[in-house]
């Protein structure tokens, strides 16, 4: 994370506040930094031009933005460990269809942390069915699944896709599981029916259910009598998609208060 920050922004976190407690550092272009940690949120007298930005980013892609462009177009980066860097500006679209950015003004960097799983968490695990994980952003989602991925993999086969690499990490240094299978890097709408004919697994996980694709994608898995574990987008059980509600048996629902991955609720059917 220094050779990223570089070592006058590297030091000023550290001179208040330790980088084990920090999520999220946002960089604004002409604006202060701001760093959000596990319990509190502060600006940083660091006022970020735009030649900083670029070289953020020319370190994440290695000083090759070409070989990232996916990513990029994506609005994201992965600089390894989990970490993954976010990004907005001024672009267009290129003849492959892909965004290219003319100019980066915002880049939100999120540091992953391992969770220990509470009891009323766990009992999630026992008897297994259909989960989703539901939260707004920053809520803890994807540390949850990461957590929850380890401890089912423990005694099912177990497939993870890892689309945007932040639950397993780059090498998938991440993620400790005996019997979890990743892939990573590719949609999970495009993989789906791939994985149930190539590797029969027990589990499938994935992060952020987002289109009707992927919703259409899990209702076939679970048709398949494989379970899933999945997280989306919500403030609250009552806003998620009735398709969710046709797949899904168990939702658990989070809040960044008073930390990322406090439980709201855990509402089982026929509970």
Known sequence: MEKLLGQKLWTEILNLTSFDVVNEIRIRLNHPVLIKCKNKTFFLPYIPDKEYLNKVIDVATGYS????????????????????IGLCGTGKIND???????SVTSLCIRIPHAIQLNK????????????????????????????????????????????????AGSN???????????????????IY?????SMSPSIVVCDELFSEKDFFAVEKIKSAGIKCLASYHSNDIYSIPEIANKIFSVFVTLNSNPAPGSITSIVRKND
């Open 193 to 197: 029916g791939n994985i149930i004919r």
């Open 96 to 102: 492959k269809k892909l965004i290219v950015y003319s």
């Open 172 to 190: 998938f240094s991440l993620l400790k599981a005996k019997r979890a299978d990743i892939i990573q890097g590719i949609p999970k709408n495009e």
């Open 120 to 167: 009323s968490i766990k009992s999630v695990l026992d008897n297994f069915n259909n989960t989703l994980i539901i939260g707004a952003p920053y809520s803890g989602k994807t540390t949850l699944i990461r957590a929850l991925s380890e401890e089912l993999a423990e005694n099912s086969d177990v497939v993870i896709i890892d689309e945007r690499r932040e639950i």
């Open 65 to 84: 933005r070409y070989a990232y462009e996916r990513e990029i177009s994506d609005g994201y980066l992965e600089y390894g460990e989990g970490v993954r």
